[in-house]
């Protein structure tokens, strides 16, 4: 089973429209944490944002937050008034308490976001 | 402060030939990680370290070595180039709990 499920392959959002990008994990751990990273066209990974599991909070970064449903585990990134240069690939990642490699990120697919003016 | 580098940007091999991506963070990270990045599939982990001297293995690390002399460097080594090992390379590092940084990559063609 897919322990990160993107199920957007691509989005448009009109330019200073809010979108949603959905992620959707599967673990059995209690303790875990879920990332947002943003690869433009350039190639590089930029972390976004860090939600964790026992966070009370949604987190927030700027123009960036985090609608996380631990009930339906999900953690789905809401960008608001999106800017042109918020166009680019869009990943989900998690990170386990387990030991061994589930310590490490686990990525989703990605969702290529592509912001029209 | 770097962060994390890699070398080379770019690099194309012949089927066949080996050589070794070069991942280093000037950050005293204890975790350092090598991901391939192929289209349509995310990030796939190869390899992974905990500390200097740990080393183990991924999702995919088979036609991988590493090894973990120093904290500062983890290189990844491709012992037989083949043609299924093009992909975008990331060398990653963290402390602890920490967030996650990746270096620029290293896009490598195998023909």
């Known amino acids: 089973a897919q322990k990160i499920t993107q199920t957007q392959p691509g989005m448009f959002v009109q330019e200073k429209e809010a979108v949603t990008l959905d992620c959707t994990y599967d673990t059995s751990d209690q303790s875990y944490g879920l990332f947002w990273y943003k690869q433009p066209s350039s190639g590089e990974m930029i972390f976004l944002i860090y939600q964790g599991s026992y966070d009370e909070q949604n987190a927030t970064e700027g123009r960036y937050s985090l609608n996380f449903q631990k009930a339906r585990k999900s953690a789905n990134l809401v960008i608001s008034a999106s800017q042109l240069g918020d166009s680019a690939m869009y990943f989900c990642a998690m990170r386990e308490a387990l030991s061994g490699s589930a310590r490490q990120l686990t990525f989703g697919s990605g969702t290529q976001l592509t912001v029209l003016p | 402060n770097a962060g994390v580098t890699q070398t080379p940007k770019f690099q194309v091999l012949k089927t066949g030939q080996s050589m070794t991506l070069q991942c280093a963070q000037d950050?005293?990270?204890?975790?350092m990680s090598w991901y391939r990045q192929d289209p349509g599939m995310g990030l796939r982990l190869i390899h992974y370290s905990v500390g200097a001297g740990i080393t183990d293995q991924g999702e995919v690390p088979n036609g991988y070595n590493v090894s973990r002399s120093t904290t500062e460097d983890f290189p990844l080594r491709l012992l037989s180039a083949a043609p299924s090992q093009t992909s975008v390379y990331f060398c990653a590092s963290r402390a602890g709990s920490g967030t996650q940084y990746f270096g620029p990559g290293t896009r490598l063609l195998v023909l």
């Open positions: 950050m005293n990270h204890e975790y």
